[in-house]
């Protein structure tokens, strides 16, 4: 186990490194089990993180991945908090992947409601054809 002055507590850590807005956000998310630490699941917010530390965690929809360069001393601005951690998280897909796959739902007029049994079913042999 790391002493204090080799570690410091992770919802401080998350906050100094601006990843949650407020300290008790950071520590919600630990104690709801959304923070991962070198792979295990981490439920307390006093569980010790120490340079080289591995983080995984969630923020709005993305999933993060951050290793631990440096311990804070205060929450200062960005490019201080950025200095903390390196990113380790996948680039995302591209977009263009996406519109592929909405470019499949059939368009309708609008104001012509939910289509009816019989049109769904149209709609669904159309696009079984196209396949």
């Given at each position: 186990m790391p002493s204090q002055k080799?570690?410091?507590r992770i919802d401080i850590w998350l906050w100094y490194a601006r990843f949650y807005k407020t300290r008790s956000l950071a520590t919600k998310m630990v104690r709801g089990g959304k923070v991962r630490l070198n792979g295990n699941i981490c439920k307390k917010s006093s569980t010790l993180v120490s340079v080289s530390d591995v983080l995984t965690f969630a923020r709005a929809d993305e999933i993060?991945?951050?290793r631990v360069r440096e311990l804070g001393?205060?929450?200062g601005p960005a490019t201080?908090?950025?200095q903390l951690y390196e990113d380790l998280t996948p680039p995302k897909e591209p977009k263009m992947?996406?519109?592929t796959n909405n470019a499949r739902i059939a368009s309708r007029e609008k104001g012509s409601g939910r289509p009816t049994?019989?049109?769904r079913r149209a709609?669904?042999?159309l696009m079984?054809?196209?396949l």
């Open positions: 080799d570690a410091q993060l991945i951050a001393s205060r929450r201080e908090a950025q992947q996406a519109r049994k019989r049109e709609i669904d042999n079984q054809k196209e």
